[in-house]
């Protein structure tokens, strides 16, 4: 095992598949940030769990670390921990069994599943996970697994024993988190539902030879959708493994199929991403294929039609079951074997693979190192323990996967490297990344919500390639809402080429995207990555989108920018693009002094103003009074800055007398003169006052007016 992060998690937490969609964006050059904090911290120990016994096969007991040598790839490593972990191995006394109909408990008592401590401390316990692959399981083989569990909990379990209980059917769950109550199990695992099977089945390969007669001459071939199964599966796996990978104790993962078919080197990449993963986190892998002994006869099974071609008369049909049962078989025999575990397979008897979990952690010693090995590319070491014990057996994990860098890793390594920093609760600093997000009204309760994310143009690494520089960078993001369920996506990369890279480092980079959300609390997180080096950068941040039903003036985010540049749309969601130019948003809030700061900002539903206009004098004549035009409305607003509790700076009051008809909205855009400014921080205050209904608003943001006369250039420019 290979760990970096010294923190107990009490509880099976589960990182749930995002879908990535992709969307449009652009990255922009704009005006340069302030230089940010940097901290990383990576403490690599490999963990080899070994259990010595002697020729009757009873655990060796009271060795110590001067015991043990411990070789990686043929070179001695220096052990830097020794623990001897021990549970009990003594049978609780057996629950009252209840009768079980298809998976279902007949009489059980009603009780919620117990959730776990607030501290629960892990050693000297068993630490097991009974995972139930719903997907690949026929109705009869859900019975059995869950038979099976049933009777581990009610006969076997001990009092060492802290299990959970998870499963996978159309998603991935945790049904009882761990707990020693042995009722509490007994009702999750009895919970499961033996209809989930045969959902996510493999289907056919598209030929018919071989295949039943079925009146059908078209077979579809769905291979491509295997090859998506399987990977589903894995990363289940891998999944639960990230999940415990903080207890430090050896865990035991049990898990319950009927089978898994690898597809060539497609699904090649996932399965050794979930050993490895495994691997990492201490975590052994039991497989159990809940088909058991399966005899193949040659006409195929009583209850299928009779087979097309010649295989049934060749030995064909009966050599192809047999090649797809095996492979169906190798993948759990991997899984087990390079994690540590073992596979229980052709056998009906489906509770020894919990004796066998018992009897791998009842006692075993703890073994830790660092690797004198720097090189991280990702290549399988192999681990050789020797105990100074004369006459022993040792067993342990034979080896495990490097760490990969950048330089080493593959496509998929480098996708799953963005999942896991948007899924981590650790930010990533190696590039210094600023959001911002606001939002505008399109329809009751609908909102466009735009997304600025900007990166120091000085981070990024450019190549050069003709007469360009060019570098690209990878961007993920995702917006949740209170119950921490997905709202939005975005999964982008960005290629960016210029002649020269002199003036981009002196600045930022920019992308925009967007994205369509209720009104509402939100979560964002974005993850950027440049694709030179591997540097990666995230921020996150909570938005809010207010409910209009319950404010008296209906404003909008107001959007600060200092470029306008020519767009090409004609027509777009984004309030920003308006007259054919789209205002790019100044994400720091840092202004130049001779820079242009422009204001956008929009209200909705203003009052009508039914007043009557005032009276004018025209040529020494009084003017009758004039009704207001039709649909009018009186919204005012002006921007004042103040430094400290001085008022600096106000801005000429502007009017809004109609709504613009492609907004449905008091549009206000505008622009503030900075020339007349010193360079220092102000405090920004905008006043929007609904003059007809008597309401009003006055959002305040910080800026930042620098001198470009104090201002020297980046290092080494």
Same mark, same amino acid.
């Given at each position: 095992?290979?760990?970096?992060?010294?923190?107990?998690?009490?509880?099976?937490?589960?990182?749930?598949?995002?879908?990535?969609?992709?969307?449009?964006?652009?990255?922009?050059?704009?005006?340069?940030?302030?230089?940010?904090?940097?901290?990383?911290?990576?403490?690599?120990?490999?963990?080899?769990?070994?259990?010595?016994?002697?020729?009757?096969?009873?655990?060796?007991?009271?060795?110590?670390?001067?015991?043990?040598?411990?070789?990686?790839?043929?070179?001695?490593?220096?052990?830097?921990?020794?623990?001897?972990?021990?549970?009990?191995?003594?049978?609780?006394?057996?629950?009252?069994?209840?009768?079980?109909?298809?998976?279902?408990?007949?009489?059980?008592?009603?009780?919620?599943?117990?959730?776990?401590?607030?501290?629960?401390?892990?050693?000297?316990?068993?630490?097991?996970?009974?995972?139930?692959?719903?997907?690949?399981?026929?109705?009869?083989?859900?019975?059995?697994?869950?038979?099976?569990?049933?009777?581990?909990?009610?006969?076997?379990?001990?009092?060492?024993?802290?299990?959970?209980?998870? @499963?996978? #059917?159309? =998603?991935?769950?945790?049904?009882?988190?761990?707990?020693?109550? &042995?009722? +509490?199990?007994?009702? !999750? *695992?009895?919970?499961?539902?033996?209809?989930?099977?045969?959902?996510?089945?493999?289907?056919?390969?598209?030929?018919?030879?071989?295949?039943?007669?079925?009146?059908?001459?078209?077979?579809?071939?769905?291979?491509?959708?295997?090859?998506?199964?399987?990977?589903?599966?894995?990363?289940?796996?891998?999944?639960?493994?990230?999940?415990?990978?903080?207890?430090?104790?050896?865990?035991?993962?049990?898990?319950? @199929?009927? #089978?898994? =078919?690898?597809?060539?080197?497609?699904?090649?990449?996932?399965? &050794?991403? +979930?050993?490895?993963? !495994? *691997?990492?986190?201490?975590?052994?892998?039991?497989?159990?294929?809940?088909?058991?002994?399966?005899?193949?006869?040659?006409?195929?099974?009583?209850?299928?039609?009779?087979?097309?071609?010649?295989?049934?008369?060749?030995?064909?049909?009966?050599?192809?079951?047999?090649?797809?049962?095996?492979?169906?078989?190798?993948?759990?025999?991997?899984?087990?074997?390079?994690?540590?575990?073992?596979?229980?397979?052709? @056998?009906?008897?489906?509770?020894?693979?919990?004796?066998?979990?018992?009897?791998?952690?009842?006692?075993?010693?703890?073994?830790?190192?660092?690797?004198?090995?720097?090189?991280?590319?990702?290549?399988?070491?192999?681990?050789?323990?020797?105990?100074?014990?004369?006459?022993?057996?040792?067993?342990?994990?034979?080896?495990?996967?490097?760490?990969?860098?950048?330089?080493?890793?593959?496509?998929?390594?480098?996708?799953?490297?963005?999942?896991?920093?948007?899924?981590?609760?650790?930010?990533?600093?190696?590039?210094?990344?600023?959001?911002?997000?606001?939002?505008?009204?399109?329809?009751?309760?609908?909102?466009?919500?735009?997304?600025?994310?900007?990166?120091?143009?000085?981070?990024?690494?450019?190549?050069?390639?003709?007469?360009?520089?060019?570098?690209?960078?990878?961007?993920?993001?995702?917006?949740?809402?209170?119950?921490?369920?997905?709202?939005?996506?975005?999964?982008?990369?960005?290629?960016?080429?210029?002649?020269?890279?002199?003036?981009?480092?002196?600045?930022?980079?920019?992308?925009?995207?967007?994205?369509?959300?209720?009104?509402?609390?939100?979560?964002?997180?974005?993850?950027?990555?440049?694709?030179?080096?591997?540097?990666?950068?995230?921020?996150?941040?909570?938005?809010?989108?207010?409910?209009?039903?319950?404010?008296?003036?209906?404003?909008?985010?107001?959007?600060?920018?200092?470029?306008?540049?020519?767009?090409?749309?004609?027509?777009?969601?984004?309030?920003?693009?308006?007259?054919?130019?789209?205002?790019?948003?100044?994400?720091?809030?840092?202004?130049?002094?001779?820079?242009?700061?422009?204001?956008?900002?929009?209200?909705?539903?203003?009052?009508?103003?039914?007043?009557?206009?005032?009276?004018?004098?025209?040529?020494?004549?009084?003017?009758?009074?004039?009704?207001?035009?039709?649909?009018?409305?009186?919204?005012?607003?002006?921007?004042?800055?103040?430094?400290?509790?001085?008022?600096?700076?106000?801005?000429?009051?502007?009017?809004?007398?109609?709504?613009?008809?492609?907004?449905?909205?008091?549009?206000?855009?505008?622009?503030?003169?900075?020339?007349?400014?010193?360079?220092?921080?102000?405090?920004?205050?905008?006043?929007?006052?609904?003059?007809?209904?008597?309401?009003?608003?006055?959002?305040?943001?910080?800026?930042?007016?620098?001198?470009?006369?104090?201002?020297?250039?980046?290092?080494?420019?």
């Amino acid at each position: 095992m290979i760990w970096s992060v010294d923190i107990v998690r009490r509880a099976l937490a589960l990182m749930l598949a995002v879908a990535m969609l992709p969307a449009s964006g652009w990255a922009q050059v704009q005006g340069d940030a302030s230089s940010g904090f940097k901290l990383k911290h990576d403490v690599e120990i490999v963990l080899v769990n070994v259990v010595v016994r002697d020729k009757s096969g009873n655990v060796v007991r009271g060795l110590n670390k001067d015991d043990f040598t411990i070789l990686e790839d043929g070179k001695q490593q220096t052990l830097s921990s020794f623990n001897f972990e021990e549970t009990d191995t003594e049978a609780l006394p057996p629950l009252e069994t209840q009768p079980t109909v298809m998976g279902a408990l007949k009489n059980a008592p009603k009780k919620a599943a117990v959730a776990p401590e607030e501290k629960v401390d892990f050693h000297g316990h068993r630490v097991m996970v009974l995972f139930y692959d719903l997907s690949s399981m026929q109705p009869e083989e859900i019975e059995r697994a869950v038979n099976s569990g049933i009777q581990f909990v009610e006969k076997q379990m001990t009092a060492a024993d802290l299990v959970a209980v998870a @499963s996978l #059917g159309s =998603s991935i769950a945790v049904n009882q988190d761990f707990t020693s109550d &042995r009722e +509490a199990l007994r009702k !999750a *695992i009895a919970s499961l539902n033996p209809a989930s099977g045969q959902g996510f089945e493999n289907g056919s390969t598209g030929d018919t030879e071989g295949t039943s007669d079925n009146s059908n001459g078209f077979t579809a071939d769905d291979t491509e959708y295997n090859i998506f199964n399987t990977d589903r599966r894995l990363e289940a796996i891998q999944s639960l493994a990230d999940s415990m990978s903080a207890i430090q104790q050896k865990k035991s993962l049990i898990y319950f @199929s009927g #089978g898994m =078919s690898k597809t060539g080197v497609e699904n090649q990449a996932a399965l &050794r991403n +979930a050993i490895n993963r !495994a *691997i990492r986190a201490n975590v052994a892998l039991y497989t159990m294929d809940l088909r058991g002994l399966q005899a193949i006869v040659p006409g195929g099974e009583a209850q299928s039609a009779s087979m097309r071609g010649t295989s049934p008369y060749s030995g064909a049909s009966v050599r192809n079951a047999m090649d797809a049962n095996f492979d169906s078989q190798e993948t759990l025999s991997t899984l087990a074997a390079d994690t540590g575990g073992k596979a229980f397979l052709d @056998s009906n008897d489906f509770g020894q693979v919990f004796k066998q979990v018992q009897k791998d952690t009842s006692a075993y010693y703890m073994l830790s190192y660092r690797s004198t090995n720097p090189a991280r590319d990702g290549r399988y070491r192999k681990i050789a323990v020797k105990a100074k014990v004369p006459n022993v057996k040792l067993e342990y994990r034979t080896g495990y996967y490097a760490p990969r860098d950048w330089q080493h890793s593959q496509k998929d390594d480098r996708e799953q490297q963005l999942l896991d920093e948007l899924t981590s609760d650790i930010p990533s600093t190696d590039l210094d990344v600023y959001l911002q997000a606001g939002y505008f009204r399109l329809s009751e309760n609908r909102f466009y919500v735009p997304v600025s994310l900007v990166v120091r143009g000085s981070q990024i690494p450019f190549t050069t390639s003709g007469d360009k520089d060019k570098a690209t960078l990878d961007v993920i993001g995702l917006v949740t809402d209170e119950e921490k369920r997905p709202a939005g996506n975005v999964r982008d990369t960005v290629k960016l080429a210029v002649e020269g890279t002199r003036e981009v480092r002196r600045k930022n980079v920019q992308y925009e995207t967007g994205f369509y959300l209720p009104s509402g609390k939100y979560h964002l997180k974005f993850v950027l990555r440049e694709n030179e080096k591997g540097s990666i950068g995230s921020f996150e941040t909570d938005l809010v989108i207010p409910d209009f039903k319950k404010v008296p003036l209906k404003l909008s985010a107001v959007v600060l920018g200092n470029q306008l540049q020519p767009s090409a749309k004609k027509k777009s969601d984004n309030p920003l693009v308006r007259d054919g130019q789209e205002l790019i948003p100044n994400v720091t809030h840092v202004f130049a002094a001779d820079q242009k700061l422009y204001f956008y900002y929009e209200v909705y539903d203003p009052a009508k103003d039914t007043r009557k206009a005032e009276e004018a004098a025209t040529a020494g004549a009084a003017k009758p009074a004039e009704p207001a035009p039709k649909n009018a409305v009186r919204v005012l607003t002006n921007i004042q800055l103040f430094q400290g509790k001085a008022k600096v700076y106000e801005s000429p009051l502007v009017e809004a007398r109609q709504l613009a008809p492609d907004r449905k909205a008091a549009v206000f855009q505008f622009e503030v003169p900075l020339t007349q400014l010193k360079g220092g921080l102000y405090t920004c205050q905008v006043n929007v006052i609904d003059d007809a209904a008597g309401a009003f608003a006055f959002p305040r943001l910080m800026l930042y007016v620098r001198d470009n006369k104090t201002v020297s250039p980046p290092a080494g420019e």
